[in-house]
Nanobody, 117 residues
Framework: QVQLVESGGGLVQAGGSLRLSCAAS????????MGWYRQAPGKQRELVAT?????????ADSVKGRSTISRSSHNAKMTVYLQMNSLEPEDTGVYYC?????????WGQGTQVTVSS
């Protein structure tokens, strides 16, 4: 089992920056990939960025060049970060942390990001 705790959402003006964090605990040795997805009102959940256990990263075209995904390990936790810069109103939505292990998919509770114009 993996437990996830997200933080870092909020309200920001267009052009601003935010950093989201998601701390994973429990069976972190079984993690294959970590990532972020978002869901805007009335839209389907979509991929934002992922990072695999080997370090390879993948970004949605809409955030490429403006966002950086990274991870760290400390005190029996593995944390994935999403640094978002030059935020646009279109980035507004609920951001969900996702962790993929050998057997399961885990989702965080979601954190709201609102970008005002």
């Amino acid at each position: 089992q993996v437990q996830l705790v997200e933080s870092g959402g909020g309200l920001v003006q267009a052009g601003g920056s935010l950093r989201l964090s998601c701390a994973a605990s429990g069976s972190i040795f079984s993690i294959n990939a970590m990532g972020w997805y978002r869901q805007a009102p009335g839209k389907q959940r979509e991929l934002v960025a992922t990072i695999r256990s080997g370090g390879s990263v993948n970004y949605a075209d809409s955030v490429k060049g403006r966002s950086t995904i990274s991870r760290s390990s400390h005190n029996a936790k593995m944390t994935v970060y999403l640094q978002m810069n030059s935020l646009e109103p279109e980035d507004t939505g609920v951001y969900y942390c996702n962790v993929v292990t050998w057997r399961n998919d885990y989702w965080g509770q979601g954190t709201q990001v609102t970008v005002s114009s």
